[in-house]
Every structure is written in structure tokens, then in C-alpha cells.
């Protein structure tokens, strides 16, 4: 159904790159999957992600072109993947994906500052909007609300790793953590894209909250998938052995007895976690209805996201649904 989508925006990404050359810019490129360590081009194309997914169906939804919001998907692209760079130098991850990570072959230096170029080359991009003949102060509004997500993401991201070193997470806490951490450029995303339409601001404010909330349901569910997902056995080294605090642990934590509770903690307060740890953990989870129990709160915030809108075609809405079915399975 989005197929479209990845396509053009796989376009729109190639032009915001096509007059940069250099070092970093074939660094960059290594990241999308467009060349390999030397620079030399690769056949293949870069995924599409949820966020620029979202700016495009929003502005579709409304009766736009979902082409007038291009730039707002490559702008919220480009600074997912600035977080996923910093992220796999926070999280010590050597292989993220189908290649090594940026950081394990050029360095951590190398990696921040690469993360810093994608980030400041989404910023510009926003602005791309002028060209698809977006009035002046809505270019703007969407650059401010970039800005606003990209902080909020790193107060987000501040807490997530705070949390590392706690045992114990409310439930309120970890939402509003995701909020700020994932919820927030899916606000954007969903926000930029209904201005691309030339949605009233009203009208984008509620997509902001829509985004808000399928965003939170993307975290949850990518959570689930470090758990349960193709791994098969609860094993993904760059999370659950760093001790990330996702809301299946969290909802054990807050239900479960005493006794499971002490099991659970006695696993978690160890210095390093061994394999075996996280097949244990793992059954201590589905003994407590975790993952059934996430999986609920991930499609109430989808059902929350959905009943925020007014005014949004049946065909607008069908496409919105089927995103949010996305989100709730943790579409990348």
C-alpha cells in the first residue's frame, strides 16, 4: 500500500544528496545503503521508515498530494537516522543491520560527527517545502516543530538512558519517555504533513496528536520485537543486554508477585547479562502476560491516535488504520 511512498522518497533523498560530495557525505551514503566502505555504489535503496511513512499519509488524508510532503518525509528521515547513528555509538552496537555501523568502522568521532551532519542536513531539507510552494510561515511552523521534536528526543533519549540505571520504572514514566523519545517526531511527521496539505492549524494540531500517539504505539511494539521478534529468543544485545527498560519488564515489575519480582530484579541487578539470563527473563515475561499486555496498550494508542481526527476522508482514514497497523507491529 506505501509502496509509492518508498519510491518517491527514495527520490527526494538521492536529490537533497546529489551536489554533496566528500568524506562525509560517502559516510552518509554507507548509512542509507547507497555505497559500500569505498564509496562504491551499492543497487538497492534505503527503507521507508514510519515517520516519513506518517508526514506523507497525513497529507494525503487531508486531499493533498502526498508528493507536497516530501520533504517533510526526508527531513523527519534523515533525522531518524542521525538518532539511529548516535544510538548505535550510545549502545555499543557493532552490526545494527546488513552492515557494520558507522562508529565500528570510521570511530566514534567519526560516528558523532556523522550523526550531527544528518541531523543539521534534516533541518535544511524541512525547508525544501518553499519549493513545493508552501506559504512562507508554514516552512517555518514545520522547521519549529522539528526543532521542538529534535529536543524533545534527546530529553527522551536523556531518560531512557537514566533509566539504564534504575531498577524500578513507572509505567507513567517509561509513556512519557517514549512520548518525548519516539512520540514526538512522529508528531512532527504527521504535524508537517497535514501543513503540506494546507490543513488549518487546528486541523495539524490534531494531526500532531494523532502522530504523537502512533509514535508511542512504534515504540512499544519495537520494544516487543527486541523480546519476541525475529530473533526467536529474546536475544538483542544492544538493548535488553544494556538494560533498557521496555513495558513488557515494566508491566512485570508492576504485576507480577513478590517472589517473580525478586527473580526478575536479582537477574537485572547483575553486572553483565549472559545469554542464559535473557532466556530466563524471557520466560518470567510470558509467565506474566507481558507481551499480551503491551500489545494491548499499543493498539489503544493506535484506537487513541484515530479517534483524534475529524474531518478526514473514509479513504483518508482506511490509509491512517492501515499505518497504524504498522505502527502497533513495529514498522520500521
Known amino acids: 500500500m506505501f509502496q509509492p511512498y518508498g519510491q518517491a522518497l527514495e527520490e527526494e533523498l538521492r536529490t537533497v544528496f546529489e551536489s554533496r560530495e566528500g568524506f562525509l557525505y560517502d559516510v552518509l551514503r554507507y548509512h542509507l545503503g547507497w555505497v559500500d566502505q569505498q564509496g562504491q555504489p551499492q ?144 508528531s512532527c511527521a504527521a504535524e508537517s504533513g497535514a501543513m503540506a496539505a494546507g490543513a488549518a492549524e487546528e486541523v495539524s494540531g490534531n494531526f500532531a496528536q494523532m502522530g504523537r500517539s502512533m509514535g508511542m504505539a512504534w515504540q512499544i511494539a519495537r520494544d516487543i520485537d527486541d523480546l519476541w521478534g525475529e530473533h526467536g529468543d529474546g536475544i538483542t544485545p544492544s538493548n535488553v543486554l544494556n538494560k533498557k527498560k521496555s513495558l513488557p519488564l515494566i508491566h512485570t515489575l508492576e504485576t507480577a508477585k513478590v517472589s517473580v519480582k525478586r527473580e526478575l530484579g536479582a537477574i537485572y541487578m547483575k553486572r553483565v547479562l549472559e545469554d542464559s539470563d535473557i532466556a530466563k527473563m524471557i520466560e518470567i515475561l510470558d509467565s506474566a502476560g507481558a507481551r499480551q499486555a503491551s500489545q494491548a496498550k499499543a493498539q489503544e494508542l493506535v484506537d487513541q491516535a484515530l479517534s483524534a481526527l475529524e474531518g478526514v476522508s473514509q479513504e483518508g482514514m482506511d490509509a491512517l488504520a492501515a499505518l497504524g497497523r504498522w505502527a502497533a507491529e513495529g514498522g520500521r
Open 43 to 186: 543497487s538497492g535503496s534505503s527503507p521507508l521508515n514510519f515517520q516519513p511513512a506518517l508526514a506523507m499519509a497525513s497529507c494525503e488524508a487531508l486531499g493533498g498530494d502526498y508528493r507536497n510532503a516530501l520533504p517533510v518525509a526526508a527531513s523527519v528521515d534523515l533525522i531518524y537516522n542521525f538518532t539511529l547513528v548516535h544510538g548505535d555509538v550510545q549502545a555499543g552496537r557493532t552490526d545494527p543491520g546488513d552492515r557494520p555501523s558507522i562508529w565500528w568502522v570510521w570511530g566514534p568521532a567519526q560516528a558523532i560527527n556523522a550523526g550531527d551532519g544528518l541531523h543539521a542536513l534534516g533541518r535544511t531539507t524541512m525547508m525544501r517545502l518553499a519549493q513545493k510552494e508552501v506559504p512562507a510561515d508554514r516552512v517555518l511552523r514545520a522547521v519549529r516543530s522539528l526543532d521542538q521534536a529534535c529536543l524533545s528526543l534527546c530529553e527522551g533519549q536523556y531518560m531512557d538512558l537514566q533509566f539504564q540505571d534504575q531498577m524500578l520504572v513507572s509505567t507513567a514514566d517509561y509513556l512519557d519517555m517514549i512520548g518525548r523519545k519516539a512520540g514526538a517526531l512522529a
